[in-house]
């Protein structure tokens, strides 16, 4: 039977659905559902990554170390993970998720970036840690390109090189043809991380591991930014009705997903216009709810921020041009008016 692992990012993607305010207790309580269910590596942090709790990207509830903690003590076989972001992280925030537990880090760099990973990547190895290393806004860069950029990651020690939709604006062939590149480029193990913008995260995942990819994200009940994941235990159930062994057990991640998570939601996690219209233009997830906000103070359509984001190309980081173009928008709207 082909088998693919399950790695679920709710307690970190997640985050970034309830405003990053799960507590110690609440990390806990979900990381010991999802290692009964038989998920080995649980991924937690502010839901941009370590070090990134502030007024900026929001304040969370709680110190990342202390949601390693809560997750490790919570998690019998499971490893936990955490993400870093090279110019958001530093060695000393990722040394002090290592002292509190965590056992795996996932370097994320822009498609085009590979080489921004390179310290954070070689300082985890010699210290011990599992790196999986994620091409952030994968649509970005055509398979060849992108192979081009996994290359560089694999030089440097990466452990896993994953394909990451994070606007989730592919679709499966898309999806497929960038694993597959990545695949005959390294030896390393390949991993696929998708949104749902455009409705299509099970299939792209599905699509991905029929290419190649061995690892592949979730969150339970989708919470993510944006139009959030894929769903851990719809992933579960589509993978095993596809003839695949995902080695956890369906039950206890449903069980996890609606008496755990689901009751600390505080909205459905659902494709709205804004969530669909990012897909469609290409804008990274997490630019979701800033753009909201950027429309409600400026008075202008979310639909018109978003496409100008897009027609622009910005990426993770640019968040301050999502206020440039809103005000610009509005503007335009004033003159328009006065004519």
């Known amino acids: 039977m082909k088998k693919v692992t399950l790695v679920d ?32 590596t649980i991924e937690v942090a502010h839901g941009i990554g370590l070090g990134a709790s502030s007024i900026q990207y929001g304040v969370a509830a709680e110190t990342d170390p202390d949601y390693v903690r809560a997750a490790v003590g919570a998690a019998e076989n499971a490893d936990v993970a955490v993400l870093y972001v090279p110019g958001i992280a530093t060695l000393t925030d990722l040394g002090q998720a290592a ?59 990466a452990d896993v090189i994953y394909v990451v939709d994070s606007a989730g604006a592919m679709v499966p062939q898309q999806a497929g043809a960038r694993v597959a590149a990545l695949r005959s480029a390294v030896a390393t193990g390949i991993g696929f991380h998708a949104h749902n913008n455009l409705g299509v995260g099970i299939g792209n995942a599905l699509v991905a591991a029929e290419n190649g990819a061995e690892y592949i994200d979730g969150s339970l009940r989708g919470l993510g930014a944006s139009a959030g994941n894929a769903q851990t235990e719809v992933l579960a159930a589509a993978f095993e009705r596809a003839g695949w062994d995902t080695g956890v057990d369906l039950f206890p991640l449903v069980e996890t997903a609606e008496n755990v998570v689901a009751p600390l939601m ?71 008016a006065a004519q």
């Not at 305010?21 to 038989?38: E, H, P």
């Not at 994320?108 to 590979?114: F, I, K, N, Q, Y």
């Open 9 to 40: 990012t709710t307690l970190r993607d997640g985050m970034s659905s309830v405003k990053h305010r799960f507590t110690a207790q609440n990390v806990a309580d979900v990381a010991r559902g999802l290692d009964r269910a038989g998920v080995r």
């Open 266 to 336: 505080t909205e459905p996690q659902i494709v709205d216009e804004t969530a669909l219209i990012l897909g469609y233009a290409g804008v990274y997830s997490t630019f979701f709810h800033p753009t909201k906000r950027a429309a409600a103070k400026f008075g202008v359509p979310a639909r018109d921020i978003l496409l100008e984001l897009g027609r622009r190309g910005v990426i993770g980081g640019q968040e301050d041009m999502i206020i440039d173009v809103a005000h610009e928008l509005a503007g335009r709207s004033v003159v328009g």
């Open 99 to 157: 002292e509190a537990g965590a056992r795996t880090v996932r370097v994320a760099v822009h498609c085009t970036e590979a080489d921004c990973a390179q310290q954070p990547v070689e300082w985890a190895k010699s210290r011990g840690l599992t790196v999986m290393t994620f091409l952030m806004m994968s649509h970005k860069l055509e398979p060849a390109p992108l192979a081009e950029q996994a290359r560089k990651l694999a030089s440097y020690g």
